[in-house]
T-cell receptor
């Protein structure tokens, strides 16, 4: 089992709709969870971090964490074409940041 | 704050030669830096953890004699790909965090180095 798993997509969402990205992780002791956005040929940029169960909202982005189910998700409301990118879920386990394989998201105008 | 600079951004080298990639923390001192590699359409894979003043810690399957890491100062870590081969062509990204944030905070990434070995 991979340490961090994501659906690789591609995920296609119409402009203005809600994009939902999901991630599961294997290390039950993990405490820190992050979502990064990566445009083609660029380094990842942090968009959300979450450390406790529940929802965390920041603008159009909402991160959701369920430690019992070992599940973390990212919702993007009012999706824009500029949101088209690969979204990487990352989890800190054993003092290192482990990434999922990423979900490629395309927002269709 | 917490800016990480990586150089060069792109490099093309011939098979068998060595390439050095630099990672600098510009506005903080980093006792620990991380080197990742990303193949096309794949995720970032941690290669090694660079520790200032001591040996780097390599992940399983990463050849330490091929990927030489030097962290001689608190603001600079270098990755040297020795005797490069076409299969080493990849996107190499370094990352670091200010002291006290190394292990529980998101990392600040450099802009990456696109290595192409011909």
């Amino acid at each position: 089992q991979k340490e961090v798993e994501q659906n690789s997509g591609p995920l296609s969402v119409p402009e203005g709709a809600i994009a939902s990205l999901n991630c599961t992780y294997s290390d039950r002791g993990s405490q820190s969870f992050f979502w990064y956005r990566q445009y083609s040929g660029k380094s990842p940029e942090l968009i959300m971090s979450i450390y406790s169960n529940g929802d965390k909202e920041d603008g159009r982005f909402t991160a959701q964490l369920n430690k019992a189910s070992q599940y973390v998700s990212l919702l993007i409301r009012d999706s824009q074409p500029s949101d088209s990118a690969t979204y990487l879920c990352a989890v800190i386990g054993a003092q290192k940041l482990v990434f999922g394989q990423g979900t490629r998201l395309t927002i269709n105008p | 704050g917490a800016v990480v600079s990586q150089h060069p951004s792109r490099v093309i080298c011939k098979s068998g030669t060595s390439v050095k990639i630099e990672c600098r923390s510009l506005d903080f001192q980093a006792t620990t830096m991380f080197w990742y590699r990303q193949f096309p359409k794949k995720s970032l894979m941690l290669m090694a953890t660079s520790n200032e003043g001591s040996k780097a810690t390599y992940e399983q399957g990463v050849e330490k004699d091929k990927f030489l890491i030097n962290h001689a100062s608190l603001t600079l870590s270098t990755l040297t790909v020795t005797s490069a081969h076409p299969e080493d062509s990849s996107f190499y990204i370094c990352s670091a965090n200010p002291p006290g944030q190394a292990y529980n905070s998101p990392l600040h990434f450099g802009n990456g180095t696109r290595l192409t070995v011909t």
